[in-house]
């Protein structure tokens, strides 16, 4: 199963910076065996379960009203989360990267600070603010604006967990490339504008690409902190991971399934997008074995 | 040059001067941006939880049930962390120095935990490790039970945490100079005193921080445990969950004291990531 | 420890990187192995280590078939052109490393193996720095480091890639007259690999000159220098002009003239003249001799360089002359004969040229 990593097949040769052939097969056997155990079999799972009772049920399963209104309201949601978090990530990036000023270390702390926190805090959070017991939710009510339970709420909770993405796949790029591009540019009577259009977007575009790809994801994704803050409304503030979380506690394991296999197809096509994007924009793209 | 060197050194500046337009915009739409989002909803957690008194707040925070679930969500994610150490480790050597078909495809499938929603995780760990799924059935004869158990919360961690000891150590490995392997083994050391003595210490910042990163998300992890931890009240109910359940039944004030308790927490394991990192690069000059 | 090469061949994939490569070195030498880039140097040191196996040969270590071992089992020094210092470990601990990993049998006591490290510490003018770490040392001082470290293992040979190659000149000049130094001091069997010329030459008792995967000559400095057995040595070692000339009648012709060199009883035909550019004189009136313009001079420190122009099929010979003797000559033309010289003939590339007997002084022909 394992094979050299390119030497000479000289036995003594082998000895110094490699491990004996038994060796490596041991090992690579048993770290597949825990990628398998832990990773794909619980994917394989998804997908077998869904199809349990045959495509037909699968289908049926993705055509209740519910479950559509659930995917819907996804889709609505990452819709709006995901570019004002794209319009913010490429703000800080520019700010940030391209600039020196006091407190930049604190200011890319407090942006990673989402990445830290619970989901579930990230939804308390909104809750206490926008609560009828809270200062702002009452007022806010009375002029008929719902947060809570609805929409907004949603798209709080989801804006505020995907928040670091894009920044933090752009900044480090925008930084490695410096400012001498946008200086010629300038230079050559660009207005500032014209340079982000011209210049630096076309520098960046597979990092910003791939930091939307993850921030999507997420925003798909994300269970906790809409659970917290969806109330979990039928056919209203359900979103797909909350519609899966519903379907299964009734036991209805096969339309839970089959909505967590379009999620996991999702996923899958993220992961293929990102090792993609990898493999052919590596130098274009800076942190990509961070998250 | 000279005298604008010792003014900018005597004055103090707000930014240094760039010719590049823009400053105050982006500055000020990510000021902006992160002041409304993430700022004011933070602070007004940690508003409401001052406004509960020092008291209270400790009352709270020390109610037996909560003190379980933190115990519970600190534990196990402890657990999983190490877990993940220890096979994210032995994975990213794997990766980085061998070769097998299908490398590449394992190598993506790392990253399932960050692309995968959490809730989805969640059903499938519990539809395998329970005492009639493929794992659960195999494991149940032996009197070994996952789901509904502390352990089922371990395998949800270790599922969630595992890219990020693989993704902080791979890198650190694949810059491992081949000369450093070859001057041990000049020196007479075995592979295993090559591996064990010079490798691993090399990689223990990176895997720190590996781990540091595991933990805290394990702490949080909220949507792949629920569904495999049968919630048991101090036996297999997390920290988050208990702030779920609070909210629900309008308990403001005990939700609002666990989240700054595990924000508390949170914030000190940053810290001491920070502070590893520092010390590494300070020290050995590399960081992870 | 003696050290021999046997026929070694050593092809990675199918490029050869040593073709048939034998030689032997004797205990306490201070050897360089000189080349090019690609000429096989690198790959012959780590043959010696047992970091590569040969394709084909044997290497002995005193009368020890060294090529059976492992790296670990033939107990040598290398040290590596970027050191390769554990980074995690204090400089004490790196250079005490190779005593700690030997198994219980044979390992001394710590405190033993702390005064030894302490005492190769001293030798490398380091003491003080035992507790710093690789990160918190200048390049020099890590490469000492990396040194007493390979000879803390008391290495049957000693084996440098490189040693100076990282490190800026002013440290270099002075690493190299400490080697040395250290050398005289400790008697290991040193090989060092070395694309510097200045080095090998000013450091090794015997240089070993290699090329394309072959040794092309092996000996002290002063044979490498003064007597360069191929053109490739004599191109490669010092500055040298290279003439096509011709023979006949036992005398060397360079285009239509003779220049007054007899080359013994050589057969007639196509040869090269090597000579170098301050192993000429200067004469008046030429009946037999080289002659050309002089298109460039330049004064460097005590002698001056000129560049003649011999015919437009050459590419310019350069000679080096006493600054009074040059002193006037811009734009003129002015006749030289080599004082040494040597030449090459001209065959079938690989069969080795017959060499023309060397002229030490004058070939005097009148005039």
Partial sequence: MAHDAGYAPDTLVTAATSETRLSRVVLTIVALGFVALFLLLPLATVFIEAFRKGAAEFFTALGDPETFAAIRLTLLVAGIAVPLNLVFGVAAAWAIAKFEFKGKAFLTTLIDLPFSVSPVISGLVFVLLFSSHSLLGPILQSYGIQILFAVPGLVLATVFVTFPFVARELIPLMQEQGTADEEAALSLGATGWQTFWHVTLPNIKWGLLYGVLLCNARAMGEFGAVSVVSGHIRGQTNTMPLQVEILYNEYNFVAAFAVAALLALLALVTLVLKTALELRYSDEIAASRRH | ?288 | MEVRVQNIRKEFGRFPALEDVSLDIRSGELIALLGPSGSGKTTLLRLVAGLESPTEGTIFFGDEDASKKTVQERNIGFVFQHYALFRHMTVLDNVAFGLKVRPAKRRPAAADIRRRALDLLELVQLSGLEKRYPAQLSGGQRQRVALARAMAVEPNVLLLDEPFGALDAQVRKELRRWLREIHDRTGHTTIFVTHDQEEALELADRVVVMSKGAIEQVGTPDEIYDHPVSPFVYGFIGQSNCLDVTLANGEIWHEDRPIGLRAGNEPDGAAALYFRPHDVELIDGCGGCLAGLVTASRRVAGTRHLELDLGRTHPPVEIELPPERAASTDHTRIAFRPTRWKLFRKGGRKEAPPIEAEAPVLAATGT
């Fill in chain 2, 1 to 288: 040059m000279i005298s604008m060197a010792a003014r900018s050194s005597t004055r103090w500046r707000f930014r240094q001067p760039s010719v590049i337009p823009g400053f105050g915009l982006a500055l000020g739409v990510t000021l902006a941006w992160l002041t409304i989002i993430v700022l004011i909803p933070l602070s007004g957690l940690l508003w409401r939880s001052s406004g509960l008194g020092w008291s209270k707040f400790v009352e709270l925070a020390l109610d037996e049930r909560t003190v379980n679930a933190l115990t519970i969500s600190f534990g196990t994610a402890f657990i999983a962390a190490v877990v993940n150490l220890v096979f994210g480790v032995l994975l990213a050597w794997v990766l980085v120095r061998y070769r097998f078909p299908g490398k590449r495809v394992i190598d993506a499938m790392v990253d399932l935990p960050f692309a995968l929603p959490t809730a989805v995780a969640g059903i499938a760990l519990t539809t395998l490790y329970a005492p009639n799924g493929w794992i659960g059935s195999l494991l149940a004869p032996l009197g070994i039970k996952i789901a509904f158990t502390p352990a089922g919360i371990v395998v949800a961690l270790i599922f969630v945490g595992l890219p990020f000891v693989v993704r902080t150590v791979q890198p650190i490995m694949e810059e491992i100079d081949k000369e450093v392997e070859e001057a041990a083994a000049t020196l007479g050391a075995t592979r295993f005193q090559t591996i064990s003595r010079v490798l691993l210490p090399g990689l223990l910042p990176a895997g720190l921080t590996g781990f540091a990163l595991a933990f805290a998300r394990g702490v949080g992890e909220y949507g792949s445990v629920i569904f495999i931890a049968g919630n048991l009240p101090y036996v297999s109910e997390i920290a988050p969950l208990l702030i779920v359940i609070r909210l629900e039944e309008f308990n403001y004030p005990a939700a609002t004291a666990i989240a700054a308790v595990m924000l508390l927490l949170s914030f000190m394991m940053l810290l001491v990531i920070n502070v590893i990192q520092a010390w590494s690069r300070r020290r050995y000059g590399y960081g992870a």
